[in-house]
């Protein structure tokens, strides 16, 4: 058996379709643009490209993309401030602040002074604590997470009542993603690195989130037949036979496992492309609470 790509490029593309279409209506009909603000302190490479990657795809989908760069040895004050002008700004629905943070900000301080209503980080720590409540939901759930669970969605993946094992219970990936797991009603198992028994362990679940940061860790014998597997790893690794010299990979031996699984994400093409559409799909959700009409 050879497991279904959830293809991650092809649903996120088919999101932003959607947002695109549903940010057109809104200005049509209420003369709204949804905005996303992003805050990077510094001028870490890979952050620098993250958020370049996060206005693009806003500008593309017909949003308005706001941008403050600030610098490495900005204060936590000043920080709190930028946010709190941004709070303030109607035109913008939506605030993110790209993480890591240099050592000397406190980032949860920095998180929590986000307005809640346009966390759509989903990383504030109100919002956070709200996924871990029943029957309380909280202004937005973060990205990366909401791409998984979208995923399985669109796959006809029943959550329900099934074994979800989660490996590695990050603030803002394995952790979250476990809750919203278990607030669909999946039987929820978390494993870390020091777990005993490990494979024995995720040979249990249905669903599977690999978010564990070891490169292809999960072995195709750690997995039931038939089981849904969700790699949120991103590593790079050795190839002499790539012409860059290095291949990515996720944190499952996925050559193995598809052969055994029943859905797979591939690395890269799976959860990657789902954080940012799922991005612009909560800003889209803020800014269409904001004229009252979600
Ligand atoms: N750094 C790595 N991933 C993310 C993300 O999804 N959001 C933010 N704000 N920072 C990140």
New binding site residues.
């Given amino acids: 058996m050879t497991a279904q790509l959830l293809d991650g490029n092809a649903v996120s593309a088919a999101i932003r379709a959607e947002v695109a279409d549903e940010a057109a209506q809104l200005k049509a009909t209420h003369g709204i643009v949804p905005g996303l603000a992003t805050v990077l302190v510094g001028e870490d490479p890979a952050?620098m490209t993250?958020v370049e990657m996060k206005q693009e795809q806003c500008r593309k989908a017909g949003m308005s993309a706001f941008e403050r760069v600030l610098p490495e040895d900005v204060t936590q004050e000043g920080l709190e401030a930028a946010i709190a002008e941004l709070n303030a700004d109607p035109n913008v629905h939506g605030i993110?602040?790209?993480?890591?943070l240099p050592d000397h900000l406190d980032e949860d301080r920095t998180l929590a002074a986000i307005a809640l209503d346009k966390d759509v980080?989903g990383?504030h720590p109100t919002n956070v604590a709200k996924l871990a409540l029943q029957d309380v939901e909280p202004a937005f759930a973060?990205?990366?997470p909401l791409g998984g669970i979208e995923l399985l969605d669109r796959y006809g993946v029943e959550i329900h009542g099934k074994h979800a094992v989660v490996l590695g219970p990050s603030n803002?990936v394995g952790l979250p993603l476990a809750l919203l797991l278990m607030n669909r009603g999946a039987t929820l198992t978390v494993c870390h690195a020091h777990t005993a028994d490990l494979p024995l362990l995720v040979r249990l679940g249905d669903i599977v989130v690999a978010a564990i940061d070891e490169p292809r860790m999960v072995k195709a014998d750690w997995v039931k037949p038939g089981a849904a597997v969700i790699d949120v790893g991103w590593s790079r690794v050795k190839d002499e036979t790539a012409k860059k010299g290095f291949r990515v990979v996720g944190n499952v031996d996925f050559d193995a496992v598809q052969e055994v699984a029943g859905y797979i994400t591939p690395v890269p093409g799976g959860t990657g492309p789902m954080?940012i559409a799922m991005?612009l799909k909560n800003t889209l959700l803020s800014a269409k609470r904001h004229a009252g009409i979600e």
């Fill in positions: 952050s993250y993110l602040v790209q993480l890591p980080d990383f973060p990205c990366m803002i954080t991005l």
